[in-house]
């Protein structure tokens, strides 16, 4: 049981280029995230989806787009990379809710992207 | 909109001290929450959680935290910390029905041996 694992663990793109991250999960979670993490800012929602084909916007999205044609897998993609985009990124999932209460999100390694 | 704020950036402490991070949220209503802690180079790990009742939760590694619903306050204590603590802590909340999780901006612990 892998849990959530991202590919790739680094990444350095000059600016323009395009990108995209993987994120997969091995434990049938409904629910997946994608977000930042910039010094002094916390973890900031940038994209997520409850479901197969579902996807929604999260805090801040613009420059992002996402899909989830497959339960387990949450893709992120970067099409005209900026350097305000460089930052680490985490990807997360959990189950869906089950009689009312929130289950806990299990995040994955990260990635740590560099736009030059 | 919710909001986590927690006041402590960088927390420096020695070995064997009493720790205490302040968290406090936002939301008015019913309230989930929660701990995380990420070490250095790793992922983040959950530590703890509350959703409801008793309003002092036990989680990993000899950490707990006390929900005050009239402080809109859950902070994370350990009476004896460890070099190995050394970590960024984060707290997150998220209101009954909401799948996303609101996160503080964190607080990095440095324990001094």
């Known amino acids: 049981n892998a849990g959530v694992t991202q590919t790739p663990k680094f990444r350095v793109l000059k600016t323009g280029q395009s990108m995209t991250l993987l994120c997969a999960q091995d434990?049938?979670?409904?629910?997946m995230y994608w977000y930042r993490q910039d010094p002094g800012m916390g973890l900031r929602l940038i994209h997520y989806s409850v479901g197969e084909g579902t996807t929604a916007k999260g805090e801040v999205p613009d420059g992002y787009n996402v899909s989830r044609l497959k339960k387990q897998n949450f893709l992120l993609g970067l099409e005209s990379a900026a350097p305000s985009q460089t930052s680490v990124y985490f990807c997360?999932?959990?189950?869906?809710?089950?009689?009312?209460?929130?289950?806990?999100?299990?995040f994955g390694p990260g990635t740590r992207l560099t736009v030059l | 909109a919710q909001s986590v704020s927690q006041h402590n950036h960088h927390v420096i402490l020695s070995e064997a001290a009493s720790l205490e991070l302040g968290c406090n949220y936002s939301?008015?209503?019913?309230?989930?929450l929660f701990w995380y802690v990420q070490y250095p180079g790793q992922h983040l790990q959950l530590l703890l959680k509350?959703?409801?009742?008793?309003?002092l939760v036990k989680g990993i590694k000899g950490f707990e935290a006390e929900f005050i619903k009239s402080k809109f306050s859950f902070n994370l204590r350990k009476p004896s910390v460890q070099w190995s603590d050394t970590a960024e802590y984060f707290c997150?909340?998220?209101?009954?029905?909401?799948?996303?999780?609101?996160f503080g901006t964190g607080t990095r612990l440095t324990i001094i041996p």
């Open positions: 509350y959703f409801s009742g008793d309003p």
């Open positions: 997360a999932s959990s189950y869906s809710r089950r009689g009312g209460s929130y289950n806990e999100q299990f």
């Open positions: 434990m049938n979670h409904e629910y």
């Open positions: 997150a909340s998220t209101n009954f029905g909401n799948e996303k999780l609101t």
């Open positions: 939301y008015g209503g019913t309230v989930n």
